[in-house]
C-alpha cells in the first residue's frame, strides 16, 4: 500500500487521533500509542496556560506524534483566522484543522464561514485540513480553495452513530484529488472499517476512543479496523448478489 | 483477550476461513496464511479422489491447520449424516460443520432438516458446528440439542450482502451460552467487524477471500476486521446520541 | 386493482387489524372502522366467558367483520390444533390464524411446531393463514401443506421495529403462489407501505394502531398506507439510480 | 388536522407535484388530478415560447393550480434573480421555488449561491420556497433569512434514493418555524410516508410520479402515502422496542 500524504508530508498510519475528550494523561498516552498514530489534534482555543494543555503538548513532544491545532469552538472565520494564526505560533506549525461550528449545540459546522476562512488561510499559507459537513459540492469547493484535505463527518461531533449518508461519503471520495479523512461521528470499529471501504484515505476520531469505557482497547480496534478497511478497498470485494451462489466447489472441481 | 474455545479445544484466531470458491491453490495458500486462520473448512460431498480434493487436504496438513468437514449439499438429515460419517472416517475427525439446504438455488438452510440432523449427529458424538438461520428460536433449539457452536447466515451464501438482520444476530448471542459465528452472507470487512461488534464469538468465511479480486489481500483485510470488531465488543463503546457532544475539551479543562 | 383473495373469498380491504391490544371498546370500535378492515383477529386462548370477550365479539358481528381465531399464546402444535378446534365450534368458523409460540418472553414463532400444526389442521379442513419467522424456506413448507396464506413476521410481535429484513420478505413473496400477509413488528404507516411495495398481498396489525397515542388517527393512517403501498407497487416506480437525472425538462422540450 | 400554510396561503393537500419529467400532457394532467395537488412547479428557465411550455401552462390554469415556477438550470445567484424576475413578470406571481444547482451532472445546490440568491429575493419581495441540501445549518441560515419553506432534499434529483439521511431531516424539522418541505430524491409511496413521518409539513414530487411506468396509478400512490404519513405523525406512533410485547390480551383481561 502506498503511504498517506497529506501537505506533502507521508504517513504511515491512516488513523488520526484527537485528544479531545480525554480525561486522563496516562490513558490517553496509551490510547495514542495503542492506535498507532503519527498525528493528533489538539483545541487552541481552550489553551489554559497554567495547566493541561501544557502537560498534554509535552506528551505528544515525547511522543514524538505531528501536532495538529484545530479551531475548535470558532463561530466565524474571523475567529479561525485569528486562531490558526496564534497556534502557527504558538506551535511554530502551519498545519491547521479548520473547524467553523454554527452553535455550540449542534456543533455542526457552518460551511459558508468555512468556506470563507479556507480562503483566507489558504492565502497565510496554511496547511488547511478543512472539517466539514458531507456535501460533495462544498467538500470539492474546499478542494478548489487549495485545501490539503477535506475532512467530511460521519455524523455530528459525539454522536457516535457512524456515517450516516455513506452515498454522500462515496460522492465525496469519487471526485476527490485530494485527501478525504472521515472525521466526526464515528463510534465504534465497523464505522473506520466501512469509511476506508467507502475509499476515505484516513479517519479522524477522538471521543470515540477517549470516552470509550477502556480506550485503550478500543484505540486498538480502531486501528486494526482502519487498517482492515483500507485492505478491503484494496482488496476488490465481491459483488452484491440479489441471489445465492454455491462457495463450495472450486469452479466445478472438487475440494478435498 | 480469551481464546475461542469451541469443543474443548481453544483457538487464538476467531476467523475460519473455508475453501470453497478458490481458484487457485497458491492463492488459497497464501490467503489462509494471510487470515492467520486455525481452522478450515471443506466439502467432503464433492470429492473427487483423483483430483483436487487430495491437494486441498496436503495444504491443510501442510500449513497445520484443524480441519473442519462439511456437509455442503446435502438436502436431507440422511444425507447429512452419512456424509458426516463419511467425513469421520476419511479425515479422522469427529467435527463437523452440519448444512442442510433446501435447495440447490437459494442454498438456505433448512432448519427442519438442521434440527434432525443435528440431533442425530450429537448422539453419535460428533462436535457439530450448525450452519442455521438468524432465528433466534432456532439457534436456542440447535444449542439445546447440544451443537458446539450456532453458526447463523448474515445473508444467503455468496450474495455478499453483509448482515441483513443485526437485530437477529444480537438476539441469538444474548442468549447463547455457545459460540455463535457468524457464517455466510458477508462481503467487506466491516460486515465481520459487525458481526464481532454483536457479540458474535468468530466469523466464518470462504467466498468473500477466495472470489475476491485479490484473495490474499482480502484475507488480510478480514483478519483485522475480526481482531477490530472483537476488540470493540471488549472496548465498551460510547453510546449513541441524538445530540452532538463536544470532544475538544477535558471536562471544561484545557487542552493544549 | 384485483382483490384480495384468501381460501376462496374477496377483500376489498389489504388491511387486517387486530383487536389485541385494545384497552376500550369505544376506540376499538371506532378504529376498525377507521381502518377499513374486513377481517379481524381475536384470541380464543384468552376467552374469558364472563367477560369482554363477548363483548369484543358482539362488536365484531355488529360491524360484519370476519371473525380470524387465532391460537396465540399457544406453545405447541397440540395445543395449536385443540384451539383451533374450539374455535371452530364456538365461533363456527373454519379460519384460523396458526400461531405457535416458542416462549412467552420472545413471543417468536416456534417454526417446527407450526409447521407440524399447519399439516395437521390443512387435514382438518381449516382455512390455515399461518404466522411465521421470515425465512423463505419455511414459508414456501407452509404454503407447500396447504395453507392458504402464509403471515412472515416484519419484526416481533410488539416491538414496531417494522421490516427488519427486507430482503427475506421479498424473497418470500417472489417465490410465493398463496397471500403474503405481513403480519408483526410494524410500527408506522412508511412500514406498512414498505410491506406492500414489497409486493406482501396485505398487513396484520393490532400493537401499531391499538397502543398508538390515537388509534382511530392511527387506523387511517395505516388504511392510507395500505392503499398508496398498493398503488406503488402496481404503479412501476422509478429506478434507484446512483446519479442524479434532470427532471426540469420534458425529453429535452420545455416547459412554460 | 391543521391546513398547511405557506406564505400566508392555505393548503389541503401535503403534495406539490411538479410538471418535469412528464412526456405526455394528458398522462400529466390526469396525474396532477390523482395526486390531489393544488400547486404544481414549471421551469422558466426552459421556456420555449412556440412549444409545450404554453401548453402546459394553458393546463396548469384550467386544473385551477397554483403555479410555482422554479429557477431550476441557474448556477448562481444572479442568474435565479434573474430567473424569478422574469418568472413574476410572465406568471404574475412573486413565488418562486429557488433553486440553485452546483452544476449540471450532480445537480446538487450550491448552498452559498442559495442563500445568497435568498436574501436578495426576500428583499425584493419574493415569496421563497428555496431548495437546499439537507444540512440543519443551512436550512435555518434559509429560514433566517426569511424563505417562507426550505425543502431540503432526501437524495440527488431523480434518483429515486428515498431519504438517504433521516437523521438531518428530523434535525432540520425539530428546530424550524416554517414549513419544511421534502423535495427530490423520493421514489416510491413510502418514502413520503417516511418523510411525513419525520415531521416534514409537505413533500414535492416530480420524476417519481411523471418517470414512473404509470404515472396515474403512481400520482394516487404518493397522495395516499402523504395522508397516511401525515396522520401517522399526529397519531403517536407505539414506541420502538428491543424485546416482544404481546399484543393479545387487554391489559389481562380476556378477548374472546
Known amino acids: 500500500d502506498q503511504p498517506l500524504v497529506i501537505g506533502g508530508r507521508s504517513f504511515q498510519s491512516r488513523l488520526i487521533t484527537g485528544t479531545g475528550g480525554a480525561t486522563d494523561l496516562n490513558l490517553l498516552e496509551q490510547a495514542l500509542l495503542a492506535s498507532g498514530t503519527e498525528m493528533t489534534t489538539v483545541a487552541l482555543r481552550r489553551l489554559d496556560p497554567r495547566g493541561d494543555g501544557a502537560a498534554v503538548y509535552a506528551l505528544i513532544e515525547r511522543l514524538k506524534l505531528q501536532v495538529l491545532p484545530n479551531t475548535a469552538a470558532c463561530f466565524s472565520a474571523r475567529e479561525a483566522v485569528t486562531t490558526a494564526e496564534l497556534a502557527r505560533e504558538a506551535l511554530e506549525t502551519n498545519w491547521i484543522k479548520l473547524e467553523v461550528i454554527a452553535d455550540d449545540k449542534t456543533l455542526l459546522p457552518d460551511v459558508v464561514q468555512t468556506l470563507e476562512a479556507a480562503?483566507?488561510?489558504?492565502?497565510?499559507?496554511?496547511?488547511?485540513?478543512?472539517?466539514?459537513?458531507?456535501?460533495?459540492i462544498v467538500a470539492r469547493q474546499l478542494e478548489d480553495l487549495?485545501?490539503?484535505?477535506?475532512?467530511?463527518?460521519?455524523?455530528?461531533?459525539?454522536?457516535?452513530?457512524?456515517?450516516?449518508?455513506?452515498?454522500?461519503?462515496?460522492?465525496?471520495?469519487?471526485?476527490?484529488?485530494?485527501?478525504?479523512?472521515?472525521?466526526?461521528?464515528?463510534g465504534t470499529a465497523s464505522d473506520a472499517a466501512l469509511a476506508m471501504e467507502?475509499?476515505?484515505?484516513?479517519?479522524?476520531?477522538?471521543?470515540?476512543?477517549?470516552?470509550?469505557?477502556?480506550?485503550?482497547?478500543?484505540?486498538?480496534?480502531?486501528?486494526?479496523?482502519?487498517?482492515?478497511?483500507?485492505?478491503?478497498?484494496?482488496?476488490?470485494?465481491?459483488?452484491?448478489?440479489?441471489?445465492a451462489l454455491a462457495s463450495s466447489s472450486m469452479e466445478g472441481r472438487a475440494y478435498l
Open 119 to 136: 480562503r483566507q488561510l489558504v492565502a497565510r499559507d496554511f496547511v488547511v485540513l478543512a472539517y466539514t459537513n458531507d456535501d460533495p
Open 146 to 186: 487549495g485545501c490539503a484535505a477535506v475532512m467530511p463527518l460521519g455524523a455530528p461531533i459525539g454522536t457516535g452513530l457512524g456515517i450516516l449518508n455513506p452515498h454522500n461519503i462515496e460522492a465525496i471520495v469519487t471526485r476527490a484529488q485530494v485527501p478525504i479523512v472521515l472525521d466526526a461521528g464515528l
Open 198 to 243: 467507502l475509499g476515505c484515505s484516513a479517519v479522524l476520531l477522538a471521543t470515540a476512543v477517549n470516552r470509550a469505557q477502556h480506550p485503550v482497547v478500543m484505540a486498538e480496534a480502531f486501528r486494526h479496523a482502519v487498517a482492515g478497511g483500507r485492505l478491503a478497498a484494496l482488496g476488490g470485494r465481491v459483488p452484491r448478489r440479489r441471489h
